[in-house]
């Protein structure tokens, strides 16, 4: 029987043991289970009912300048640059259809695609897809969720330095590579993986001429893309910091002895020759990423348009990029207006500057294109818009004519001490802001820009890509330059009293405060050199009042320090004549030292009228002793040591009070 029931047990267990063993691999394969990626995720995900009737095509840029289509138009799977007559292309998307979507669908849709991280729909560039390649699907997108970047409050900058309320700095630097070019870089190379998928002898690398930061964009989305990439650099004309984005990428990087103008004009003939395809803002895929930022500043309020949007113009396809965007916002419904437009650039690589000075002086404003002529552009800290004759001047004219904009200049001292003006406040910008803050200053200055107007800079790159330029600034290592807000560090050698000073130098009120803590710091307990009062007067020859700063003296600790603080700042206020104890003139007896009349903080008495003793004696050991106990503690040493090092940092401190 028992052997039965142990038999039965032991089957029992084999069967719940194989049991468990099935139910724990089960659990197991069904954790290694993988989840579905964002990719796939977002290939089984419905279309919108009417994408269909989405296009985009490329057209030459002046069916857009004369709002009549020739008929001339290619595929954007196409590697065309130009059209037929040697002129610029443009992204053209059919607005009928985009409209068949209401404003208030766009405004939601776009909405809610914020932060997440649905394919692609995260990316602050795709979060607009349908507007800005429609046609490409998904899984081709090469995207880092770029976009989506803060617009700073310059609360501060506004109102102490323009004396305005409403400024704001559209953050473009805070992406992936560090500058605005990752909005457009992301379409361009998604453009270029869909082309090679479909063809993969059409492109075999993309190149571009940079002056840092296109190089950097274009090498690390083509790295996450797996496709080769050239850059085409001037020599020695651009910040480490750039020329590392692309070499650590893996891009083919060439140094060439040129300034920006030759690099393009070389790479226009090598990709014009090879099936290498090209990244600079000539081709007007860029254009349409970058046009998004404009968009992302209408939700960020909330749909409000802003009164000005001030942008550096270097090649100029920023300033026709953020115009477009608010323009097909205006088109399609969104908002009602577009706001004025500024281009802002250095003095050192100015011709539509000049231009548009020329226009307004002659006051033929419609011949800014006549009076337009390219320049050899000189060296600039705004590096990345050093460029005499921009490929998108054309563009730029558009966009100044339809939003009634302007254009300013800085020279490299106006456009060093705006950055560095602003960087006080809490920002860290690159020259290039410099250049846009600068003009806003000018616009300020002349009441143009009025102190109530939203008004948007855009800051186009990081700061922390451009240190040696605010290195060099805060060092005043800038020939010719004043460096008015530097700030260099300062040297100081490891000594309190020397510290205190250099604190003392810079903050007024350390001289009321740094006495006072002191004072509790000398009183925080009654043992210790620490902790000696400070007693410090004349001789009762002299007849001068004994100073009398104990007013926390005698406590055990901090605390009864701090209750006593108000009688200690009110003894500190009493020193304001104060003298070094070592500058002291001679008193009765040798080693003695007269400090001026004082009232005693305990007993109220002045000149002679306080019966405690005020000797200070200056002793070998190099400290001061003071005869003064007013029967507050029991001194260790026959009275209250103050060492003489002490002694001078209360003059120190105490100096003009």
């Not at 909405?111 to 795709?126: D, H, K, N, Q, Y």
């Not at 009228?609 to 507050?632: D, E, I, N, Q, Y």
Request: hydrophobic share 40%; proline share 4%; aromatic share 6%.
């Amino acid at each position: 029987m028992q052997a039965t029931e142990m038999a039965s047990r032991r089957a029992a267990r084999s069967v719940m043991g194989a049991g468990s063993v099935k139910d724990r691999r089960r659990n197991v394969v069904a954790a290694a289970t993988p989840h579905p990626d964002i990719r796939q995720e977002a290939q089984s995900r419905a279309p919108l009912e009417k994408s269909h009737l989405f296009n985009a095509r490329f057209v030459p840029f002046k069916d857009v300048q004369t709002q009549k289509l020739s008929g001339e138009h290619y595929s954007l799977d196409d590697v065309v640059y130009r059209s037929a007559d040697g002129g610029l292309l443009d992204v053209y998307h059919d607005m009928s259809a985009l409209a068949e979507y209401g404003p208030d669908y766009w405004r939601k849709t776009f909405e809610s695609r914020i932060g997440t991280t649905r394919w692609p729909f995260g990316s602050g560039v795709w979060s607009k897809k349908e507007w800005v390649l429609p046609g490409i699907s998904d899984d081709d997108i090469v995207s880092m969720f770029e976009g989506n970047s803060n617009l700073f409050w310059a609360e501060r900058f506004g109102r102490e330095s323009l004396g305005m309320s409403d400024l704001w700095v559209k953050q473009c630097g805070n992406s992936h590579t560090g500058s605005f070019k990752d909005l457009g870089m992301t379409v361009l190379v998604s453009q270029v993986n869909r082309i090679r998928k479909q063809n993969p002898k059409a492109v075999s690398a993309v190149g571009c001429a940079s002056t840092g930061d296109t190089s950097a964009a274009l090498s690390a989305y083509c790295a996450a893309a797996g496709i080769p990439s050239i850059v085409f650099l001037p020599a020695d004309k651009i910040s480490l910091a750039q020329l590392v984005q692309p070499i650590a990428n893996g891009a083919l990087v060439l140094s060439i002895d040129t300034d920006f103008d030759g690099c393009m004009r070389l790479i226009k003939q090598v990709t014009a020759e090879t099936p290498i395809y090209l990244a600079n803002s000539m081709n007007s895929l860029r254009l349409e990423g970058q046009k998004t930022a404009a968009i992302e500043i209408l939700q960020q309020f909330d749909w409000q348009v802003p009164d000005w949007v001030i942008i550096p113009g270097g090649n100029l396809g920023n300033i026709y990029a953020f115009y477009k965007g608010f323009k097909m916002c205006k088109d399609l419904g969104l908002v009602n207006k577009l706001p004025r437009l500024v281009v802002a650039q250095a003095a050192n690589a100015n011709p539509l500057y000049k231009a548009f000075k020329d226009s307004k002086a002659s006051n033929k404003a419609e011949d800014l294109s006549k009076v337009y002529a390219p320049v050899k552009a000189k060296t600039t800290f705004a590096s990345a818009i050093q460029i005499g004759d921009p490929v998108s001047i054309d563009r730029a004219l558009l966009a100044l004519q339809d939003s009634n904009g302007l254009v300013e200049e800085a020279t490299e001292e106006e456009l060093m001490d705006a950055a560095a003006r602003a960087d006080r406040t809490g920002m860290f910008n690159c020259p290039h802001t410099g250049v846009a803050l600068a003009a806003l200053i000018k616009l300020r200055e002349r009441n143009i820009i009025a102190p109530s107007d939203r008004t948007v800079v855009i800051s186009t790159a990081h700061g922390l890509k451009f240190t040696q330029s605010k290195v060099d600034y805060h060092s005043k290592n800038i020939p010719g330059m004043a460096s008015q807000f530097a700030n260099p560090p300062v040297a100081v050698k490891e000594d309190l009293g020397k510290v205190m000073d250099v604190l003392r130098s810079k903050f007024a009120s350390v001289k009321k405060a740094a006495a006072a803590a002191f004072l509790v710091w000398a009183h925080r307990s009654p043992g210790g050199a620490a902790s000696h009062a400070v007693h410090i007067g004349n001789s009762s020859g002299g007849g001068a009042a004994h100073q009398g700063l104990h007013s926390s003296a005698g406590s055990s600790g901090a605390g009864a320090a701090a209750r006593r603080l108000p009688g200690v700042v009110a003894a500190a206020r009493q020193l304001q004549t104060m003298q070094s104890v070592a500058a002291a003139g001679p008193a009765k007896g040798a080693g003695m030292g007269v400090l001026p009349d004082l009232a005693c903080t305990q007993c109220a008495s002045t000149e002679g009228a306080c019966s405690m003793p005020r000797v200070v004696k200056r002793g070998g050991g190099g400290g001061v002793r003071t005869g003064s106990r007013h029967g507050l503690m029991q001194p260790r040493h026959g009275g209250w040591l103050v060492d003489e090092y002490s002694a001078a940092l209360i003059s120190r401190w105490t100096a003009g009070i």
